[in-house]
């Protein structure tokens, strides 16, 4: 998990912790912090500027001379090769004495014959990896947008002026796959609040309940489903600040509607899907079993074969996405987009991971779910998505809300004891200091008589037993506090017996002597262990051997 340092920021506030000391401080309560990469880490001298002329350069074909107006009244000439650069055009400039990735130095320049003072950057220029850039930008300058600041840090104005923190989670740690999951953790460990978001999306006179129905076959794969429906969308770029957010966060901008589902997956941890409404031939999904030999052509060109052991999203006939892992190309938002159906649903690990490992699809979505997503979260974050397609894509959403729900949740609960904590831990905790523990975790507590009793949210799936809450315990007291011991008892000093004693003079003698001892390997094959036995007698042979060659030990 990639986790933002300036996005964890909006949850929580980390005035002074630096993202190198928040690092440790998680690595110490129990999740392994992997590195921290400064996305600016060595670069400077880059600002925003704005393209004032734009002609053929004169001597070559394929270049293009500029003039750029780099704010506080500074223009200069930049000759640039890039197709895509024109006048009127917002880019990022490294102006002389720049450094860019690599330690690359601009410098004054003539090319042809023209000067060129300074470079105007694609976006593969300062840092970004090309699979993660905008594909109208995976060549050529990266346009701003119209509004951009002249004169600007570029880094900044593409949100590079952050840090990345990179979770090394464990299977148990579904919880932390996400931005407030991560945001709960740190505030935990800090002890401070957390700020979460609060959707509440305008809809209008009409109902979703006109335009969709939904109905699940396979209740126990799909126990919760849930379809809002947004209209006159306008699908296009995201702005920049959520296109750079899913850059960091290793994942590509397509267009806004798409990378609102993204960016939800990142933050709540809850995958959704967006299907484009008119292309889905129905006002009905079925969620059921594919049966035996369907076909599907998946978002990224493959027609796949399904079993009745893949779960499918359908519009009541054929399949419009194999679900939790990737949609259909049948129901693919677009350009032309302007009815979008959202889902936002609760799949089971089992059937998710058996889709996702039979065609080799590994996605995001699918990952979540394998690990467990949080059952309440399911419609917040389908209102989430909505405000923000309201937001950013023009859309209107519709009253109400379609669901199938056969959902039955009820938090963990689970006991243990003061002493049990202090007996496991070796501490001498009080229970007034067990009771901030948890409550720094946001978990509900109950104290009778020396026995702590918490409610566990549904976002921790991972505490199911006592031995879960002594962790937690430990690990947010830290276990740099625990007390260490040395082990009490009577201890016997180790020496050599008379055979071993005489074995190694005799060793010590012959190596003096220029003779070498060779130790074989003990393993062999049935065959070759019998072969230079001075006793007849059966060989040992391996419950587990590594190979048919090592079964065997004379």
Not at 53 to 69: G, I, Q, R, S
Not at 247 to 254: E, K, N, T, V
């Amino acid at each position: 998990m990639l986790v933002s340092y300036k996005w964890l920021q909006e949850y929580i506030d980390l005035e002074g912790v630096s993202a190198e000391e928040l690092a440790e401080k998680i690595t110490k309560s129990g999740i392994e912090v992997e590195g921290v990469e400064k996305l600016n880490e060595g670069l400077k001298g880059v600002v925003v500027g704005h393209v004032l002329e734009c002609e053929k350069h004169p001597n070559a074909e394929k270049l293009n001379k500029t003039l750029v107006d780099l704010g506080n009244g500074e223009t200069v000439q930049i000759i640039c090769g890039a197709a895509n650069v024109g006048k009127g055009q917002k880019v990022a400039v490294a102006t002389v004495g720049a450094v860019l990735p690599g330690n690359f130095k601009i410098k004054k320049a003539k090319l042809r014959g023209e000067e060129s003072n300074g470079m105007i950057c694609s976006l593969q220029e300062l840092g970004i990896a090309g699979k993660l850039a905008p594909k109208e930008y995976a060549e050529g300058i990266y346009n701003f947008t119209p509004d951009t600041e002249i004169g600007k840090d570029a880094l900044e104005a593409l949100n590079r002026d952050d840090e990345i923190l990179e979770l090394g989670l464990t299977p148990n740690r579904a919880d932390a796959m996400s931005m407030l999951g991560v945001a709960y953790e740190v505030g935990a460990i800090l002890g401070k609040d957390i700020k979460l978001p609060n959707p509440q999306p305008e809809t209008s006179s009409e109902q979703a309940s006109d335009y969709i129905n939904v109905s699940v076959e396979a209740k126990e794969d799909n126990p919760l489903y849930v379809a809002k429906v947004i209209k006159n969308v306008k699908v296009g770029p995201s702005p920049v600040w959520l296109q750079t957010r899913l850059m960091a966060a290793g994942i590509r901008p397509h267009n806004n509607i798409v990378d609102i589902t993204n960016f939800i997956l990142l933050e709540y941890g809850q995958p959704l899907h967006a299907f484009d409404y008119d292309k889905l031939g129905s006002k009905e999904i079925l969620v059921r079993r594919a049966k035996d030999g369907e076909v599907i052509e998946t978002l990224d060109d493959v027609k796949r074969s399904l079993t009745p052991e893949h779960l499918v999203i359908t519009n009541g006939t054929e399949p419009v996405a194999l679900a939790g892992v990737m949609g259909g190309a049948n129901s693919e938002v677009g350009s032309d987009t302007t009815t979008v159906l959202l889902e936002s649903a609760y799949f089971t690990g089992g059937v998710i991971r058996k889709a996702s490992k039979d065609h080799g699809l590994r996605s995001e979505a699918s990952s979540r779910y394998e690990k467990g997503v949080d059952p309440e979260r399911v419609r917040p974050a389908a209102e989430r998505a909505a405000e923000l397609m309201i937001e950013l894509a023009g859309g209107e959403l519709l009253g109400g809300v379609v669901e199938a729900d056969s959902l039955e949740v009820k938090p963990a609960v689970v006991s243990t004891t003061l002493g049990k904590i202090n007996k496991v831990l070796g501490t001498d905790l009080d229970m007034t200091q067990v009771e901030d523990i948890f409550a720094r975790l946001k978990f509900e507590t109950s104290v009778d008589n020396g026995t702590i009793t918490v409610t566990v949210p549904t976002r921790r799936g991972d505490i199911t037993i006592e031995e879960d809450l002594i962790e937690e315990v430990g690990r947010l007291y830290g276990y740099d506090n625990l007390p260490t011991t040395l082990p009490v008892g009577e201890s016997t000093p180790g020496h050599l017996s008379d055979y071993q004693k005489k074995r190694r003079v005799v060793c010590r003698y012959m190596e003096g002597a220029g003779l070498y001892q060779a130790v074989t390997y003990s393993l062999t094959s049935a065959e070759k262990a019998t072969q230079y036995a001075l006793d007849k007698r059966e060989p040992v042979e391996l419950a587990m051997p590594m190979s048919e060659d090592r079964s065997y030990c004379a």
